[in-house]
């Protein structure tokens, strides 16, 4: 997901980091949400249900992965925050305050906009059980929507990404090195990973077992953690530590595989089209972000390049709105347009409604959030031990 601030370069490892924009990470959130929305305008539902009697739109069907690069994205970046605090505590209230006030403002209009528009329950095709209630809203705000219904189905991420900042953070109360503690994250992630795997593939043949993948995947968010330390790891490539490079190595072939997996509905389909062509492409995208790790410069075509930047500056409040606002859109839209049109204008549109949504709520109240969650955090702080407030070392 397209959470983390940009950040940054290093020229040795020790350097001091240079906080500035790098165009380079915004172009990898945008290739990441533009996955995300085009597999959603032309996959997640049959395009059937729109309305529409053409079908000239390729399916995008492997664009859920791009939520799994915005995961390796914010590993990497959230790291580096997590180096520069100078307490445990200040890097909770930084990651929660960054994310937290778009994600609220979000879930409430959202909410607001289905009780008018009411968006179709298609369980069917696993959309919407339900129309979610005040109940539902209140336990997104709470961030349980695994517990209640999503107000929208594209939030289940943001948990995720809270979770690992939680884990992260209650590691580095432990380890205050910050080269050990990524190998810690790393090989945790390798553990879990695996683990994971394993059970969800005897899960076919033993339910109980799928109940354990189940678990460890809400409550340690197992599958995930690779892509986390790929970018985890990553930092540490890019401070030209080569003896992570194995380490490194073995997260991607891990995480390529539970994508594979995963394609393939639990059960590795080796003929699947749809499966191998998921994996392939995971697969790309992790060599190119492992390439900009290990310090290879990354052709920038002029305007395109800074395009592409810009919707990477936006991809969060784009990734909070696409979804709702474009399945209401696509089904006004059709059949009075052609499909592809449709989904150009939707595109373009939530895009605009985005750049509006991030001046009035992503970045207006990052900083009051900031304050106070800091305030909050420093009520905790004063009753934990120092030793475990302390940021890395």
């Not at 929305?37 to 309305?51: E, I, K």
């Not at 910050?178 to 790393?186: I, S, V």
């Not at 639990?266 to 900009?292: D, H, K």
Request: positive net charge.
């Amino acid at each position: 997901m397209p959470l983390a601030p940009p950040l940054q370069e290093i020229s040795k490892p020790g350097a001091q980091i240079v906080a500035k924009r790098d165009q380079t990470l915004d172009i990898f959130r945008a290739v990441a949400v533009l996955l995300v929305v085009l597999f959603h305008y032309t996959a997640r539902l049959p395009q059937s249900v729109f309305g529409t009697v053409d079908h000239v739109v390729p399916a995008v069907s492997f664009g859920w992965v791009g939520v799994y690069f915005f995961f390796i994205i914010s590993g990497f970046c959230i790291f580096f925050t997590l180096e520069r605090a100078p307490t445990i505590w200040t890097f909770f209230a930084k990651r929660f305050s960054r994310i937290y006030p778009a994600f609220a403002a979000a879930a409430v209009l959202l909410f607001a906009l289905d009780q008018v528009f009411h968006l179709p329950n298609l369980p069917e095709y696993f959309y919407r059980e339900s129309a979610p209630t005040m109940a539902d809203l209140l336990g997104n705000l709470l961030l349980l929507g695994g517990i209640f219904e999503w107000v929208n189905g594209s939030f289940w991420s943001i948990t995720v990404e809270v979770q690992f900042y939680i884990l992260i953070g209650l590691m580095a109360m432990l380890v205050k090195d910050g080269k050990k503690l990524a190998r810690f994250f790393a090989y945790t992630a390798l553990a879990m990973g695996i683990a994971w795997m394993l059970m969800e593939v005897a899960s076919a043949d033993i339910a109980v077992i799928g109940k354990l993948a189940t678990g460890l995947k809400k409550a340690m968010i197992a599958p995930y953690l690779p892509f986390f330390a790929l970018g985890v790891v990553g930092v540490q490539l890019k401070e030209h530590l080569k003896d992570f490079s194995n380490l490194f190595g073995q997260l991607a072939v891990l995480s390529v595989l539970i994508v594979f997996l995963m394609s393939g509905e639990g059960e590795p389909q080796l003929l699947s089209v749809q499966s191998t062509t998921t994996a392939l492409i995971v697969a790309a995208l992790i060599v190119v972000f492992w390439a900009y790790s290990v310090g290879w410069r990354m052709p920038h075509i002029p305007l395109f390049g800074s395009a592409l930047a810009h919707i990477g500056l936006l991809s969060f409040s784009w990734y909070l709105l696409h979804e709702n606002v474009g399945f209401l859109l696509l089904d006004a839209l059709n059949p009075t347009l052609p499909y592809w049109l449709s989904v150009l204008v939707t595109m373009a549109t939530t895009y605009g409604l985005a750049i509006v949504f991030s001046k009035v709520f992503e970045w207006r109240f990052r900083k009051p959030a900031e304050w106070i969650f800091a305030r909050t955090l420093s009520i905790v702080a004063r009753n934990a031990p120092r030793k475990l407030s302390e940021g890395l070392s």
